[in-house]
């Protein structure tokens, strides 16, 4: 991003620079030995007067502490990952010193792996369920019912609500005893089904022979995944249903003359023009189940154990509990790769089509 | 609702994720912005120390000048919150000079706090003191040297050396010498029973003589329809704790602290067999363990819908609180099976850093930590007993009086593994991660693996 400003910059100045302005003391000074053409006087007069200048009051203080405190900080973080830090002493960011152990052993390390597989189930699971449950929201909403913009809020509502209170009632939901989910199930008489929903597991049989199935499917995760479920499905179906709005009444209706069933619109017609609001919802989906630390910080603490730890719970154990500064922010680094591989794509796209 | 190190009740949770995740903060804009400072802070710090150290010397001659003392802890509510203040009154009476500047950190048992003082460490900015768990909890301190040795300075006032068993001293020398001083302790190895289910169900607590007979005596109470144990699996800590007593109470103190040494492969045996008793244990623990509190675990006791509880001794505290529930007539408390003369360790206590902004004022306030007047008015409050064994028992409640003699006629006093006092802070990450996937799964081969790599 910042090359591109930086041109855009280079290109106002350019063009600003040559026409003199008569509205101020200081321009009519430098207009004098503007002809000159290589003088430091309208050089300097003309930066003043330069947009990027003028404006600097603006965008400088905010391009500053998003420099200092975003940037500067995930900088120092991968500085940090280079050196042996731990403990109570400090590193000293020698960089003859600096060596790419933390990440070795990261991937040595048979917790990180666990980790890392289950932060992508969560981020591939959550974000496509997601998707395909608000997608059905929005269409059902859009379907001109009756009370609709109730319905809306109430399946919005949830996304207002912090990680910390969903997290604190799904674990009295998810109660075996008690919780919510049982005694539903009990009262439609399928007690079978009721579980330890979040220490329980299921024997897969001879599922388990089937490459990449486990031998023993635990819930815990799932649990998790169902419960952010509830939380953003309703995020995107707004999302979504801003896309179907956006689409002209004229078009379901050429598609109803035409004799097309409600599928058949759906899937021909409709869905081909959400490719925006997709990707958009995605996006934000994908960065908040990388953030699901709080919910599961607040669900099971900082060790959720082998079937459910992610890559931020690992990381914050082992920077703030083992004092492991350098592994956790190795461990950090990673994690900032992975999300900037899910986000680069759609810069990217966006970038090409002209829309950045 | 007790103060305790691990209670993880939902407005503890709530904070810590609040204080947790402005405490990261702080830490990283602390990281970034140290970058190039740290170095020059650094030595700017002990060149302060060096004068701070020099003028407050001669302030004690003239012994009239205190430079002003900040207290760090995280006893913010609750029994903790009420104890706490009560410490620091008695010392404002005795040095009623000394500027006090009490600057607590609440939630995440300790967690927060713990985040802050690392931090301040490291930026060689410490406060006076704070609380913090004694033991090997400390090695990181003593291996970067930032703490004194407070042998003379301190630990030679108030007769300490001698009012103090060995168990709690060893606690205090994380690396060979005198560096911090314990205030309270909480007991391990406890059983805790309604007193009702037991005897309905026809089990006699006091016979039972080992953790594996333990089992059987669930057994028998689950015939007679009631939960076995009252035990969180959502969180590992719990188990951790369980298991240590499963340890202690098997198979005794020395293969204890031979295992907490690092030599888990020399009693593999002991070890394999004791997380084999938790896992048999794990049938008897409530349906809905795994979505549960330790409160509300200890509520099924209170209730009558479980026989026995093992916890520290801050559970106690909620039976207190409840209404028309007593000692000894409706719930009442034997050390964990096996672990009678024993009394596992689980500690609060107050280190000196070096490049000490109050050097003179500090002392002052660990030799008041150490003396039996601090001690009385702290710990009937907090529900603990004091580590001195001189502090008259009037303040202490039945059930505090008993552990107290409980303690004064133990024979020895392991430390304890799960609240930092034997293992180091990464030592106990690794043991954590090992009970964390020991309740899951219940892999017993697995866990022993992990534990073994732990404590290496």
């Known amino acids: 991003m910042s090359p591109h400003i930086l041109k855009r910059l280079l290109d106002r100045l350019r063009d600003d620079g040559q026409p003199v302005r008569t509205d101020g003391g200081t321009a009519a000074a430098g207009s004098e030995t503007a002809g000159s053409g290589f003088d430091l006087g309208s050089t300097l007069s003309s930066l003043r007067e330069s947009d990027a200048v003028r404006s600097a009051p603006f965008w400088l203080p905010p391009f500053l502490l998003m420099g200092f405190f975003v940037y500067g900080a995930i900088s120092w973080n991968i500085v940090i990952s280079f050196t042996d830090f731990g403990g109570l002493q400090l590193p000293t960011y020698d960089p003859s010193t600096f060596d790419l152990e933390m990440y070795r052993r990261a991937f040595s390390d048979g917790q990180f792996w666990i980790a890392t597989r289950n932060t992508f189930v969560l981020l591939i699971s959550f974000t496509g369920l997601s998707l395909a449950g608000g997608l059905g929201l929005a269409i059902l909403v859009d379907r001109g019912i009756r009370f609709e913009n109730w319905f809306r809020t109430i399946y919005l509502l949830p996304f207002s609500l912090s990680f910390v209170v969903t997290a604190v009632f799904w674990r009295w939901m998810y ?6 989910i049982n005694a539903f199930l009990r009262s439609i008489g399928l007690d079978f089904v009721a579980s330890k929903w979040l220490t329980g597991s299921i024997d897969t049989g001879a599922l388990g022979a089937i490459p990449l199935v486990p031998d023993t499917f635990y819930f815990k995760l799932f649990a998790v995944i169902f419960a952010l479920l509830w939380q953003f499905s309703g995020y995107a179906m707004v999302v979504y249903l801003a896309g179907l709005r956006a689409i002209p009444n004229d078009q379901y209706e ?4 035409d004799g097309a069933s409600i599928l058949r619109m759906y899937r021909r017609v409709i869905l081909p023009q959400l490719r925006a609001s997709t990707v958009s919802a995605a996006v934000v989906l994908m960065v908040f189940a990388l953030k699901a630390f709080d919910f599961l910080y607040v669900l099971f603490g900082s060790n959720p154990g082998p079937t459910a730890d992610i890559l931020s719970t690992m990381m914050y154990r082992q920077a703030f509990s083992a004092n492991q500064w350098a592994y956790g922010s190795a461990i950090a680094v990673i994690l900032f790769l992975v999300a900037l591989t899910v986000v680069a794509p759609y810069l990217y796209g966006e970038y090409r089509r002209g829309e950045l | 609702m007790t103060d305790t190190p691990d209670s993880d009740d939902v407005s503890r949770r709530t904070y810590l994720k609040l204080a947790g995740g402005a405490g990261a903060a702080t830490f990283l804009a602390g990281c970034t912005g140290g970058g190039g400072e740290s170095t020059t802070e650094s030595t700017d710090g002990s060149g302060d120390s060096e004068s701070t150290e020099e003028t407050s010397g001669d302030d004690s001659d003239s012994s009239t000048e205190y430079n002003a003392l900040e207290v760090q802890h995280w006893w913010t509510g609750g ?69 004194e040795d407070i042998e003379e300075s301190v630990w030679g006032h108030n007769d300490m050396k001698n009012a103090y068993l060995d168990g709690p001293q060893e606690a205090a020398q994380p690396a060979g010498n005198y560096v911090s001083v314990p205030l309270n302790i909480h007991r391990l190895n406890n059983l805790f029973y309604n007193v009702e289910v037991v005897e309905d169900a026809g089990v006699d607590p006091a016979s039972i003589d080992s953790p594996s007979a333990l089992v059987d005596a669930m057994a028998t109470v689950e015939e007679a329809g009631y939960v076995g144990m009252a035990q969180q699996t959502n969180s590992a800590w719990s188990t951790g704790q369980l298991w240590a007593q499963v340890l202690l109470g098997e198979y005794g103190a020395d293969v204890y602290a031979d295992v907490t040494a690092g030599n888990v492969e020399a009693n593999a045996d002991a070890v394999r067999d004791s997380l084999d008793i938790v896992k048999q244990y794990s049938e008897y623990y409530p349906n809905d363990a795994g979505s549960i509190s330790w409160q509300d675990a200890n509520s099924k006791i209170i209730s009558g819908d479980a026989a026995f509880f093992h916890q520290g001794d801050w559970a106690a505290g909620m039976y207190r609180a409840q209404d028309d529930f007593e000692y000894e007539t409706n719930w009442d408390h034997v050390a964990f099976p096996g672990t009678e003369g024993l009394y596992s360790l689980n500690m609060d206590s107050f280190p000196m850093p070096t490049n000490n902004p109050s050097p003179e004022a500090t002392k002052a306030f660990l030799r008041y930590v150490g003396s039996v007047d601090a001690q009385e008015r702290f710990n009937p409050k907090k529900g603990s007993i004091p580590p001195r064994t001189d502090v008259p028992q009037d303040a202490f409640g039945p059930f505090l009086q008993n552990q107290m003699d409980d303690f004064s006629n133990s024979e020895a006093q392991p430390l304890s593994i799960q609240h930092g006092l034997a293992v180091a802070p990464n030592a106990l990450t690794a043991f954590e991660d090992a009970m964390a996937s020991f ?18």
Do not use: C, H, M
């Not at chain 1, 109660?175 to 919510?180: A, K, T």
């Not at chain 2, 309740?439 to 290496?456: C, L, T």
């Open chain 2, 439 to 456: 309740i899951s799964s219940y892999d017993v081969e697995a866990a022993y693996s992990a534990i073994q790599s732990a404590f290496q």
């Open chain 1, 175 to 180: 109660n075996f005893d008690s919780g919510l």
């Open chain 1, 254 to 257: 050429a598609a109803r003359v």
């Open chain 2, 79 to 147: 029994d903790g919150g009420a104890a706490a203040q009560a410490l620091l009154e008695g010392f404002n009476e005795q040095y009623p000079d000394i500027e006090l500047t009490e600057n607590p950190v609440a939630g995440g048992a300790g967690q927060n706090l713990r985040a802050v003082i690392k931090k301040r460490i490291l930026n060689n900015d410490p406060p006076s003191t704070w609380q913090a768990w004694p033991g090997a909890n400390l090695q990181p301190f003593t291996d970067a040297d930032k703490l």
